[in-house]
């Protein structure tokens, strides 16, 4: 994620949300990839602690409200969900692709050693929203 932020173009506008029980926006807007952002940027992703627990659902409706110009979400994940409104991941699949139906944001998703019914979600919700998958094993 830090190569990432890095190498975005200092025209590019950017956002990230880290979820674990809950979603914590870096900056709870677009900003654009300055070299200032992108520090801190690092620094926020460097503040995340890992605590087992994964909010898919209210993650991705955090992003799709960020800017209603909003072209992708790039969505991360090495687990299941365990927390949040929605658990069940062919539920928020279809919940996700009803809130983006009118706004059409890309939403491209990334798995970490995501195997099974995990990397089953990240295919379906890139499938459905506009979207490509792509593992990271």
């Not at 072209?71 to 991941?89: K, Y």
């Not at 009803?98 to 990397?119: C, F, K, M, Y």
């Amino acid at each position: 994620l830090e190569a990432a932020i890095r190498k975005l173009p200092k025209d590019a506008w950017f956002e990230m949300i880290a979820y674990n029980d809950s979603a914590v926006s870096f900056a709870g807007k677009l900003v654009q990839a300055s070299s200032q952002a992108k520090s801190e940027a690092t620094r926020f992703i460097y503040s995340q602690t890992a605590e087992g627990k994964t909010d898919w659902f209210d993650a991705l409706v955090a992003s799709l409200a960020v800017d209603p110009n909003l072209e992708a979400v790039v969505f991360l994940s090495d687990g299941e969900p365990n927390v949040g409104r929605i658990t069940d991941p062919l539920q928020i699949v279809r919940e996700i692709t009803r809130l983006n139906a009118a706004q059409r944001v890309s939403i491209h998703t990334i798995g970490i050693d995501a195997h099974g019914p995990a990397e089953e979600f990240l295919k379906n919700l890139a499938a459905d929203n506009f979207g490509v998958y792509d593992a990271i094993r």
